[in-house]
C-alpha cells in the first residue's frame, strides 16, 4: 500500500505536526525572554501564510522569518511591554488596598495593561506582514485598539481562554506546550486579516 502525501488527510495530519513543532520552536526561541517579540511576529508571519492556504516548512519559514523580524519585532516589544508590566504591577500594588481610591486605580491599571496588550498584539502582527517604520508600526497599534473592537476582544479572548483552561483543566499545560500558541495564532490570523484590510493606508 502507498500512502499518497497530496490527500486532504496526509496534509492535515503534516500540518499539524508542523504546528506541534512551530510550537515548541516558538517556545526555545522565547526563552531569553527580550526575543519574545521577534518570535511572536514569526509565529504570526508563519502562521497568516498557513491562514491564507500557503503550505511550506513551518519550522524553516519560522526560522527565516525570526531573523527578518528580529530587529523590529524586538523594538516593538520593548517599547510596548514594559508598560504592560508597570500597569500590571500597578494593579497588583492598588488590589492589595481597601479603598475606593484604591480599587479605582486597579481597575484603571488593568484595563490599560490589557490595552498595551492588544497594542502590542497588533503590532507584532504588523510587523509579520507589513514593512512599516517601527514608529508607524507602534502608532497603528496604540489606535487600533480603539478602532476595532469587536477584533480586539476576540483577539484578547484566545490567550484568556487558553490561560483560564490552563488554570482550571488539569493537563491543559501539555496541550499549551505542544500546540496552544501556534494554533492561537492561526486562529489570530484570520481576525488581524479582516482588520488590517479596512485600513489599506496603514500597510505601506
Known amino acids: 500500500m502507498q500512502v499518497d502525501p497530496q490527500t486532504r488527510s496526509m496534509q492535515g495530519l503534516l500540518t499539524l505536526f508542523g504546528l506541534v513543532l512551530v510550537n515548541l520552536v516558538y517556545l526555545v526561541t522565547c526563552l531569553p ?3 519574545i517579540g521577534a518570535a511572536t511576529s514569526a509565529l504570526f ?5 498557513l491562514a491564507d492556504e500557503e503550505r511550506g ?5 519560522y526560522l527565516d522569518a525570526l531573523r ?19 500597569l500590571a504591577f500597578a494593579a497588583v500594588f492598588w488590589s492589595q488596598l481597601r479603598s ?32 512599516n517604520t517601527v514608529g508607524r508600526t507602534l502608532r497603528n497599534a496604540i489606535l487600533l485598539p480603539m478602532a476595532e473592537p469587536v ?5 484578547l479572548l484566545i490567550p484568556l481562554t487558553c490561560l483560564s ?31 488590517f484590510a479596512r485600513y489599506p493606508d496603514a500597510r505601506a
Do not use: C, K, M, W
Not at 508571519?45 to 501564510?49: A, G, H, N
Open 33 to 35: 525572554v527580550v526575543t
Open 100 to 131: 475606593p481610591f484604591a480599587l479605582a486605580a486597579t481597575l484603571l491599571a488593568v484595563l490599560g495593561a490589557v490595552y498595551l496588550v492588544a497594542a502590542l498584539l497588533y503590532a507584532l502582527a504588523q510587523v509579520a506582514l507589513f514593512h
Open 151 to 155: 477584533t480586539t476582544v476576540a483577539v
Open 57 to 61: 516548512r513551518l519550522v524553516s519559514e
Open 45 to 49: 508571519e508563519v502562521t497568516f501564510r
Open 165 to 195: 483552561l490552563l488554570v482550571a483543566v488539569h493537563g491543559f499545560v501539555v496541550i499549551v506546550l505542544t500546540i496552544g500558541f501556534s494554533v492561537g495564532s492561526y486562529a489570530s490570523a484570520f481576525l488581524f486579516r479582516r482588520a
Open 68 to 86: 527578518r523580524n528580529a530587529v523590529r519585532g524586538t523594538l516593538v516589544f520593548l517599547a510596548l511591554a514594559p508598560g504592560v508590566a508597570v
